[in-house]
Nanobody, 116 residues
Framework: QVQLVESGGALVQPGGSLRLSCTAS????????MGWYRQAPGKQRDLVAW???????NYANSVKGRFAISRDNAKNTVYLQMNSLKPEDTATYYC??????????WGQGTQVTVSS
């Protein structure tokens, strides 16, 4: 069974940067559209960035121009470079397949807190 492990979250000041990583235990990335999701306390989990199997990228309006998603299929890893972070980016970040079913079992996520 494929497992997803997210890492790289931290406490960062507004305007700062972080790079998140998501590694899968199996080789499932290369043919899938992969996405980064986030969930703030009391809110639904939203898709904020996704990358297709041919490396086309798309972003939610809330992060466009600040976040960049990339993938390394050889390492079964998806990345999320987050720049110009804002307090409203505070959330737990998860990766999973995007725009397809079934989803993989969710990982534990990685916490990003943007605060001065």
């Amino acid at each position: 069974q494929v497992q997803l492990v997210e890492s790289g979250g931290a406490l960062v000041q507004p305007g700062g940067s972080l790079r998140l990583s998501c590694t899968a235990s199996g080789n499932i990335f290369s043919s899938k559209t992969m996405g980064w999701y986030r969930q703030a306390p009391g809110k639904q989990r939203d898709l904020v960035a996704w990358i297709t199997s041919d490396d086309s990228t798309n972003y939610a309006n809330s992060v466009k121009g600040r976040f960049a998603i990339s993938r390394d299929n050889a390492k079964n890893t998806v990345y999320l470079q987050m720049n110009s972070l804002k307090p409203e980016d505070t959330a737990t970040y998860y990766c999973n397949v995007a725009w397809t079913l079934p989803l993989i079992d969710w990982g534990q996520g990685t916490q990003v807190t943007v605060s001065s």
